[in-house]
């Protein structure tokens, strides 16, 4: 499978990009419908509490307010939002409603909506609400969910797992009683926002007399929302329309569907018809919306002496917050498949529990959940070298597939690319063994300085759908008006990667045409009436596919059309720019458009409607691969930790538009250095957020950050026609990984043989001040 | 009690009467329904309100819209002469600075005062400008690429985008 031309061109930069500068973009709140009415939501100050009572008449009389909202009045529109389809194995998801009914489980969980004529008036009100909440003991710590006699989340579900999976391959006891040392280790990554600059937003508005909902969400997967909220809604899917607008950046916190927006839609059928909006202030999107999960867990790691990993397993507990949220392609037991990364190693068991707790939802962010055993793998790696004494690098090297395709034993396939090719390529391009010997230098004068390299497996596009049991497939369709002008149309649609610049030039090459003949609808359920989303790394390679499929199979319908016309028949029908050619006849794109459109009359039985349909379904998940060598210098007055070196490799298949792919992995790289020293969302004891602005959430920011030193050497994946394996957050996760091992590889001169992230200043400090304190330094 | 502001945005005049308490970036979204100046934070952090006012450029939410009365401000759709893109947009395009685009105003705007603060600043000097605006999508390189790209090229006077000379 090949396309038979380069679809690869000189970036010009994005499609969208000449209207995203000039402040032309549409963003979910810049939409203003006539007679827009606005919500605020009133939340929970409690972790945990029994909702004794709300008092709305004080709310409800102030001024511009249209009416107070709690569970009771919606409940007359609305069902509580449910996984609707197949539940993954072992897994529980109590319904979520949209405002608490009895209880609410989670500081921030929305009790009651006011809505108002504008914001100002409806904060105003929601001040005179009285909500009178009775504390209840609360589990704010995932590892006390699983004990005896501690209080249920959900009391429904008479225990608090909320799924468990194993992913285990080869004999990993045997091979624990075979390896010459067994390292163990806690490790634990913490829950975050990963923060996109737009916050969520929803506007709904009620078409009484069609008996229609109509919602605008900057949301990654609009016809999953649309099956979500027609199910809570008590709707044919039919009867609700979800458009996207421009969406300022997600992170996989904008996926699937939230209380938040049925709250809106069942207000808006309520006051209809008048549109009804909510737009997430920035408290509300750091401190209590869909987070990343927080894990920890035992690493135990057989090696040889010679540095031959024989075994290794991870125990672990993942915090999913007092709700499962409720997303597409929810499949966390894919991160087991990759424990055992780009290495061959004989045993490997992954299990995890995942838990419901008091703090707020969490999901997969950043990865569809390969940053975990991504992160665990390389860890144990490094935690090999140092018990071995050997050079991280030889460690990995040892330990390598030396040939793919190769299935490792949690049988994650691998179906290309080349390992030893891309740490050699790093190796070179860091000059690693410079940078290990000025490393020792430095550190001979006092200097804190590591030197730290990841190698990240990831996963791009999932499939096939049978074996991730969510949907792993994306349908597209492309149209020809009879002017020749195209138009895509994709369930999957961009968050803010250049999807329009890429799915256009896919469908231009595949037609024949120029890319500015090439338009890509809005994301609009009613326009493309199925779809799965943007989300994870599979827009290129799945998106992508199914547009170029819809593409070629509308080109062969021209070229059946233009045999007519050329008299002749099909195969003998060429293509010399966008025209059609036949020896010396010729018929020009444009008037072949025009005789399509009429060519029902031309032949019997052929469709005048110049469109076709392809849904492409991956038959395996695409893996693509990074290595990341980052070097640190840490300030021992300070803790704080800087980032000093960058170098980059990828392989992430087929790149279309690199200079799009550079920008991703450029903001990736700044990602991971994030998660790595700065991001987590700490709660207090009493499981309130501590972090509500970005005054309390650090980020990363142009002086924080050095230049990236990035390369490619792409290897095309056989498991689409783009070759593409897809970006996901491979790169994100190998410069986390890589950053948290050199600050581990900076501290080891004291000791320390591993750090939990965020390395934040105070947590670097009080290990460095310990450590020489105990030594006598 | 609504306070009458008369100001000049982009070039054009507009008299509207506003609450004390609106914010000068509410007022040029929710009153003029200019969207080109983005709310990112609410606490003066993130920059993706930013304009021009007087000549300084300064964070929106930072300002009461009375405190605009009478002043000359400038929004990122205000770059557009004769609708062509600002040479900073225009570069910052070249070097796909920006993916998701939420971040413009700030990124555009902080760029757009480095180059006229100091034609030729040096990468440090660039990175210290852009302190103030977050971008969450491309780790700031291109953009710092983008701004240096500029400050290579001499002759351009930046506040208008006409060639002139310096």
């Known amino acids: ?777 | 009690m609504k306070y009458p502001v008369a100001v000049s945005v982009n070039g054009r005049a507009y008299r509207r009467e506003v609450e004390a308490r609106t914010l000068l970036v509410d007022f040029l979204r929710d009153h003029l329904g200019l969207f080109g100046t983005h709310v990112g934070c609410e606490t003066s952090q993130c920059g993706a309100c930013l304009v021009t006012l007087d000549g300084l450029t300064l964070k929106a939410c930072t300002r009461l819209a009375v405190q605009a009365d009478g002043a000359q401000v400038t929004t990122l759709e205000g770059l557009l002469v004769d609708g062509n893109l600002h040479p900073v947009q225009s570069a910052l395009l070249k070097e796909c600075a920006l993916t998701c685009g939420f971040c413009a105003s700030g990124v555009v705007l902080a760029a757009k005062e480095c180059l006229e603060r100091k034609p030729v600043a040096g990468e440090d000097e660039v990175r210290r400008s852009l302190e103030g605006v977050f971008c969450r999508c491309t780790g700031y390189q291109p953009i710092v690429d983008a701004v240096r790209s500029l400050a290579a090229a001499p002759v351009r006077d930046l506040r208008d985008g006409a060639t002139a000379e310096l």
């Open chain 1, 1 to 777: 499978m090949s396309t038979n031309a380069r679809i690869e061109g000189e970036s010009t930069g994005l499609e969208e990009g000449p209207r995203l500068v000039s402040g032309c973009g549409l963003f979910i709140a810049d939409l203003r419908p006539p007679e827009v009415l606005h919500v605020h939501l009133v939340r929970s100050l409690e972790a945990h509490a029994r909702i004794r009572s709300i008092e709305t008449p004080a709310a409800s009389a102030s001024p511009g307010v249209v009416g107070v909202f709690t569970h009771t009045e919606l409940a007359f529109v609305c069902d509580p939002l449910e996984w609707i389809g197949p539940l993954p194995p072992n897994t529980r998801c109590p319904p979520r409603p949209a405002l608490a009914q009895w209880e609410a489980r989670f500081a921030g969980e929305p009790l009651a909506a006011v809505v108002a004529e504008s914001v100002a008036e409806a904060r105003k009100a929601a001040e005179g609400l009285e909500v009178n909440l009775e504390p209840l003991p609360g589990i704010l710590e995932p590892e006390s969910a699983l004990l005896q006699r501690v209080p249920c989340v959900h009391v429904s579900l008479g225990g608090n797992v909320a799924y468990q999976f194993v992913v285990s391959g080869g004999d990993t006891e045997e091979g624990f009683r075979k390896a010459d040392r067994v390292l163990t280790h806690r490790i634990a990554r913490p829950r975050y926002h990963p923060a996109p600059l737009e916050t969520r937003g929803v506007v709904a508005r009620w078409l009484e007399s069609e008996k229609r909902l109509e919602v605008w969400s900057s949301t990654e997967s609009p016809h999953f929302l649309r099956a979500q909220l027609a199910g809570a809604m008590r709707l044919p899917q039919s009867a609700v329309r979800v458009f996207t607008p421009d969406v300022g950046g997600a992170f996989g916190s904008k996926l699937g569907a939230t209380p938040e927006e049925l709250v809106v839609c069942a207000i808006a059928r309520i006051v209809a018809p008048r549109p009804v909006q909510w737009i997430e202030t920035r408290e509300e999107s750091l401190a209590f919306s869909t987070q990343a999960r927080a894990t920890s867990g035992e690493l135990k790691v057989g090696v040889r002496e010679d540095g031959r990993l024989l075994s290794i397993s991870y125990d672990g507990i993942d915090d999913v917050g007092a709700y499962l949220p409720i997303v597409p392609g929810h499949n966390p037991s894919a991160e087991g498949t990759l424990l055992c990364g780009a290495y061959q190693i004989p045993a490997a068991r992954m299990a995890v529990t995942a838990v419901f707790t008091n703090n707020p939802p969490a999901t997969s962010c950043h990865g569809a959940g390969a940053c975990g055993a991504g992160y665990i793998i390389e860890r144990a790696m490094d935690l090999v070298a140092a018990a071995l004494e050997l050079d991280c690098v030889e460690v990995r090297r040892l330990n390598l597939f030396r040939e793919l395709p190769a299935t490792t034993v949690t049988r994650a396939r691998y179906d290309s690319g080349d390992f030893s090719r891309l740490v050699d390529r790093a190796v070179e391009r860091s000059q690693y063994a410079v940078l290990r010997h000025e490393t020792s230098s430095r550190r001979r004068k006092g200097e804190l300085v590591g030197l730290g390299v990841a190698l990240l497996v990831g996963i791009g596009a999932q499939g096939p759908s049978r074996e991730t049991g969510g949907p792993a497939w994306e349908a597209a369709t492309v149209h020809v008006s009879a002017d020749g002008s195209a138009e895509v149309f994709t369930g999957g649609l961009a968050c803010g990667e250049g999807h329009e610049t890429v799915l256009a030039r896919i469908a231009a090459h595949a037609l024949g045409v120029k890319a500015d003949a090439v338009r890509v609808g809005r994301a609009d359920t009613q326009t493309m009436r199925a779809g799965v989303g943007s989300f994870g790394g599979r827009s290129i390679a799945t998106t992508g596919s199914a547009v170029l499929g819809a593409a070629r199979a509308l080109e062969r319908r021209l070229r059946g059309v233009a045999a007519g016309i050329l008299c002749t028949s099909v195969e003998y029908v060429d293509r010399d720019g966008a025209d059609f050619v036949s020896g010396s006849r010729r018929v020009s794109y444009r008037d072949l458009c025009l005789l399509a459109h009429g060519a029902s009359q031309l032949e019997p039985g052929s469709s005048p409607l110049l469109e076709e349909t392809f849904v492409f379904e991956p038959q395996g998940s695409t893996h693509p691969i990074s290595i990341h060598v980052a070097q640190v210098v840490i300030d021992s007055e300070t803790g704080e930790v800087s980032v000093e070196r960058c170098c980059n490799v990828r392989d992430l298949g087929r790149e279309l538009d690199p200079a799009l792919v550079e920008a991703q992995v450029r903001g990736g790289i700044a990602l991971g250095i994030e998660l790595a020293l700065l991001a987590g969302s700490p709660r207090g004891d009493d499981g309130q957020p501590l972090q509500r602005t970005f005054m309390e959430r650090p980020v990363s920011r142009a002086q924080g950050v050095p230049r990236f030193d990035i390369s490619s050497l792409p290897t095309p994946t056989t498991l689409n026609p783009l070759g593409a394996k897809g970006l996901g957050d491979t790169v994100t996760m190998a410069a986390f990984a890589s950053v948290m091992n050199a600050v581990v590889d900076a501290l080891r001169p004291l000791g320390v043989l591993h750090v939990d992230p965020p390395a934040t200043p105070e947590k670097i400090w009080r290990i460095v001040r310990s450590c020489r304190g105990t030594g006598g330094a």
